[in-house]
């Protein structure tokens, strides 16, 4: 099979961590695998994985360039990964002759799926959420969703990396509970980090070992590294470290004391078999445990669907103080987690679910079935 992936670009952040993970798979099961792109950092993972680049914005202005760069590997499918690459993909399959298929990584408000005519017959949705957010008013039928799943990579991410030397890089204490949040720095997203900055005096006044690391990049990040300033002013102390973006993010996560994500960045920290808080765009999930796995599945880890509370500092300062208070419970529940998760999500069958869509998708049936659209 010969799958071509369109996504805008390839720089730090979850959609793309799973396009490089889903690349190399395909890759390894002897499939050829294009991405074409504007590029990124991430240019150098696809690569590795043995895919090939098209380093081509996916723009309409760049139809042309992009028909001619792919023409002499008919390529038999195009899978877009973004509503605007996908209005591009689109096109470029109908012109190329290939199949079509779009997943989907996250909410929309309705009058962007009113609006939106990219839809392939058969779509991708990453959790429950995103499938009901694309089956709502404006959307399209739940008959033609397949429920997918975000696949971790556990060679990479596992439990036990070393991680002292990267504690002395950052300068933090042998005593120091590193809190790790990781994600990119921008709307939403900041904002759970803002309300972790204001919850730090609170925090370190019950545990003066905590520290807590801003780990991303993005537009919010100076006034990430304000908001930090302050936050060591009011404990008189270090509190809070905006780190900036890292590539070795397993070890960051085998450093933490416990981490707090969202979405796939969530799902990695757990396979590390950290204690995992929960929080993102959407709202406050919580401590994420083998009962509610599933539960914070359906909303990826407060990246997609609706959620009771908002990510707001009592809610999260009450969520680390409970892990923290009760650390040794709280990392025998992550380590019984890590090994459900290395089990049931790993890269190999997320790669045997996506393969399935394709097949159907090339023998002329787009439309999942009831059954095979739930996981």
């Given at each position: 099979?010969?799958?071509?992936?369109?996504?805008?670009?390839i720089?730090?952040?979850?959609v793309?961590?799973?396009l490089?993970?889903?690349?190399g798979?395909q890759v390894?099961?002897?499939?050829?695998?294009?991405?074409?792109?504007?590029?990124?950092?991430?240019e150098e993972r696809?690569?590795?994985?043995?895919?090939?680049?098209?380093?081509?914005?996916?723009?309409?202005?760049h139809?042309?360039?992009?028909?001619?760069a792919?023409?002499?590997?008919?390529?038999?499918l195009?899978?877009?990964?973004?509503?605007?690459?996908a209005?591009?993909a689109?096109?470029?399959?109908a012109r190329?002759?290939?199949?079509?298929?779009?997943?989907?990584?996250?909410?929309?408000w309705?009058?962007?799926?009113?609006?939106f005519?990219g839809?392939?017959?058969a779509v991708?949705?990453?959790?429950?959420g995103?499938?009901?957010?694309?089956?709502?008013?404006?959307?399209?039928?739940?008959?033609r969703?397949?429920?997918s799943?975000?696949?971790?990579?556990?060679?990479r991410?596992?439990?036990?990396l070393?991680?002292?030397?990267?504690?002395?890089?950052?300068g933090?204490p042998?005593?120091?509970?590193?809190?790790?949040?990781?994600?990119?720095f921008a709307?939403?997203?900041?904002?759970?980090a803002?309300?972790?900055l204001?919850?730090?005096?609170?925090?370190?006044?019950?545990?003066p070992?905590a520290?807590?690391l801003?780990?991303g990049?993005?537009?919010?990040?100076?006034?990430?590294?304000?908001?930090a300033?302050?936050?060591?002013r009011?404990a008189?102390r270090q509190?809070?470290l905006?780190?900036?973006?890292r590539?070795?993010?397993?070890r960051?996560?085998?450093l933490?004391a416990?981490v707090?994500?969202a979405a796939?960045t969530?799902?990695?920290?757990?396979?590390?078999?950290?204690?995992t808080?929960?929080?993102?765009r959407t709202g406050y999930?919580?401590?994420v445990?083998?009962?509610?796995?599933?539960?914070?599945?359906?909303?990826?880890f407060a990246d997609?669907?609706?959620?009771?509370?908002?990510?707001?500092e009592?809610?999260?300062?009450r969520?680390?103080l409970?892990?923290?208070?009760?650390r040794?419970?709280?990392q025998?529940?992550?380590?019984?987690?890590?090994?459900?998760?290395?089990?049931?999500?790993n890269?190999?069958r997320?790669?045997?679910?996506?393969?399935g869509?394709y097949?159907?998708?090339?023998?002329?049936?787009?439309t999942?079935?009831?059954?095979?659209?739930?996981?």
């Amino acid at each position: 099979m010969k799958v071509l992936h369109v996504h805008p670009k390839i720089g730090i952040g979850g959609v793309e961590t799973y396009l490089c993970r889903l690349i190399g798979e395909q890759v390894r099961l002897g499939h050829t695998v294009g991405l074409l792109t504007a590029g990124g950092v991430f240019e150098e993972r696809v690569t590795a994985a043995g895919g090939r680049l098209f380093l081509i914005p996916p723009r309409k202005e760049h139809l042309e360039a992009a028909l001619e760069a792919m023409a002499p590997h008919q390529f038999d499918l195009i899978h877009a990964h973004n509503y605007r690459a996908a209005r591009f993909a689109r096109a470029l399959a109908a012109r190329a002759g290939a199949r079509y298929l779009m997943s989907v990584h996250g909410p929309r408000w309705f009058w962007h799926r009113l609006l939106f005519r990219g839809w392939s017959d058969a779509v991708i949705a990453m959790s429950e959420g995103d499938r009901d957010n694309i089956t709502s008013f404006g959307g399209i039928s739940r008959r033609r969703v397949h429920l997918s799943f975000y696949g971790i990579d556990t060679d990479r991410f596992r439990p036990g990396l070393e991680t002292e030397s990267l504690r002395a890089e950052l300068g933090l204490p042998k005593e120091a509970l590193p809190l790790v949040y990781i994600s990119r720095f921008a709307h939403q997203k900041a904002g759970v980090a803002l309300e972790l900055l204001r919850a730090m005096p609170r925090i370190c006044a019950a545990e003066p070992r905590a520290i807590l690391l801003l780990v991303g990049e993005g537009p919010m990040e100076d006034q990430l590294r304000a908001g930090a300033e302050q936050a060591n002013r009011q404990a008189g102390r270090q509190a809070a470290l905006v780190v900036g973006p890292r590539r070795d993010i397993e070890r960051v996560m085998n450093l933490g004391a416990l981490v707090i994500a969202a979405a796939n960045t969530a799902l990695e920290a757990i396979a590390c078999g950290t204690p995992t808080l929960a929080a993102g765009r959407t709202g406050y999930f919580g401590q994420v445990t083998v009962d509610n796995l599933e539960a914070a599945r359906a909303v990826c880890f407060a990246d997609h669907g609706r959620l009771a509370h908002r990510a707001t500092e009592p809610h999260l300062a009450r969520g680390i103080l409970e892990i923290l208070s009760n650390r040794i419970a709280a990392q025998a529940a992550a380590a019984e987690l890590s090994a459900l998760v290395a089990d049931r999500y790993n890269v190999a069958r997320m790669a045997e679910d996506i393969e399935g869509v394709y097949q159907r998708a090339l023998n002329g049936k787009g439309t999942p079935s009831q059954a095979e659209s739930v996981v």
